[in-house]
């Protein structure tokens, strides 16, 4: 036990609760916050704490979990890379069973392939490093979070000197898609709750223009229960006074311009391009891609192999789940064909998806 | 994917720290981080590298705020 763990206090929960329902009560309107990360979407569901507000405030998930973001066509690639002989893929568990366009990771495992789940990145380079006549490629997933970690990873196996290490990059970056939803004129957002760990690294002054630019406000907010209760608070303050302003809620972690040591790591690393996002579509600047100096540990570019053709999901509707259009009980193949034991969209293998996350806890 | 688990630093060994909480230790790289770090200083780890100092005095600061019990004055 230590101090922190009085951030998971349910007595706190339920008074911040109170205040909201004292705030909200009798509005006209109800007010709708968007939480863009999947770290955030499953602290909502699992501390059930939809329940616990009013009906005056609704809460729905964004594009915020980088593995149901990823296009098809990059689990392709992974899929023909973990093919080839003498080849080891490592990943974070979460990418194991995304369907790809005719196959997974998880199947290509059972038929032999050497797919290896990693804590660290820094494992898969330990990997490398002990397998000397093979090459192992990690697939780097993840926003601002997880992307530094991986960039670390590069600068390692090179400065150890190694030339059989390389990552398969598809990092998304924010805070582009909350622009992109927030000029939809189908959805109105009335608040986000900006990333936690992302904005440790980004900091809280990246959300600023698109707060000032869309008037809707923004309040980075930890990951325990009393932070989102929290930030939810400070999210209906600012809307029922008609600010719009960055707040920090979760000021313990997150500073207004970040982490400047991550933010160069990263700059050297990798370079902004185009990305490709599921659902949503290239948003420009908004991926990070292997640069110049580095691309000899880039897997896209150093192993040649053929890819599939591209072949997507019928009637899966994780492409509107992830704009937080529809949710995940309106989709037709929610809880029938697509199951978390037996996934068809990326949104419900990811343990952060938005349908994995009502499927464990809301059914 | 972004989950981090704060951790409490127990010795530093170059650009390597190692973590406990709860009994349960990890071994974190510093090399992403911007601020000075000592020992007992909470560090948020995430994939094996520390990525950010947790503000202590903050935390409890926030804890307070959260305590504050609910009366008209506070209604902003």
């Known amino acids: 036990m230590n101090y922190l763990d009085q951030f998971r206090d349910k007595e706190v929960v339920k008074g911040l609760a109170q205040r909201i329902s004292s705030l909200t009560k009798g509005i006209s ?17 699992q501390y059930g704490l939809r329940s616990l507000l009013p009906p005056e405030v609704r809460l729905i998930s964004g594009p915020g979990c980088p593995v149901c973001v990823t296009p098809n066509g990059y689990l392709d690639r992974a899929i023909a890379l973990c093919r080839l002989p003498d080849l080891i893929i490592t990943t974070f568990g979460d990418m194991l069973r995304v369907p790809g366009s005719s196959s997974s990771l998880m199947e290509e495992r059972a038929k032999g392939a050497d797919i290896r789940i990693v804590y660290s990145p820094l494992d898969a380079v330990q990997i490398a490093v002990k397998n000397p006549g093979k090459r192992v490629v990690f697939l780097g997933v993840g926003f601002e979070t997880t992307a530094p970690t991986i960039a670390g990873s590069i600068l390692t196996a090179k400065a150890q000197g ?22 939809d004129p189908e959805l109105s957002v009335d608040g986000y709750i900006c990333p936690a760990h992302v904005s440790a690294i980004i900091g809280a002054d990246a959300y600023r223009s698109l707060c000032q630019e869309y008037r809707v406000p923004c309040v980075v907010t930890g990951f325990e229960p009393t932070d989102v209760m929290q930030g939810v608070e400070m999210l209906v303050r600012q809307a029922l006074s008609g600010e719009s302003k960055v707040e920090i809620q979760y000021s313990r972690v997150v500073r207004w311009e970040g982490n400047a040591k991550a933010q160069a790591i990263l700059a050297e690393v990798f370079t902004p391009f185009d990305a490709d996002w599921r ?15 580095y691309l000899a540990y880039d897997a896209e570019l150093a192993i040649e192999v053929a890819v599939e053709e591209l072949k997507e999901h019928q009637g899966c509707l994780c492409g509107e ?43 | 994917m972004c989950v981090g688990v704060p951790m409490q630093v127990i010795s530093i060994e170059g650009d390597l720290a190692m973590t406990e909480v709860d009994g349960v230790k990890r071994e974190a790289n510093l090399m992403l981080l911007d601020q000075e770090v000592t020992v007992g200083d909470f560090v948020i780890i995430h994939a094996g590298f520390a990525i950010s100092k947790l503000d202590q005095e903050d ?12 009366t008209p004055e506070n209604m902003g």
């Open chain 1, 29 to 45: 309107k109800p007010l709708t916050f968007m939480e863009v990360c999947g770290t955030h979407t499953m602290a909502i569901y």
């Open chain 2, 59 to 70: 935390a409890r600061e926030t804890l307070a705020l959260m305590r504050e019990v609910f």
């Open chain 1, 321 to 363: 789940i992830l704009k937080g259009k529809v949710a995940p009980f309106d989709c037709p193949l929610f809880g029938k064909s697509c199951t978390t034991e037996s996934p068809v969209g990326a949104c419900m293998v990811s343990s952060e998806g938005t349908c994995a996350a009502a499927y464990k806890y809301a059914r």
């Open chain 1, 279 to 293: 659902g949503i579509g290239t948003l420009p600047g908004s991926g990070l891609r292997i640069a110049e100096p």
């Open chain 1, 162 to 183: 190694l030339s059989n290490y390389f990552v398969l990059a598809s990092h998304k970056t924010m805070p582009q898609p909350m622009a992109i939803l927030s000029a």
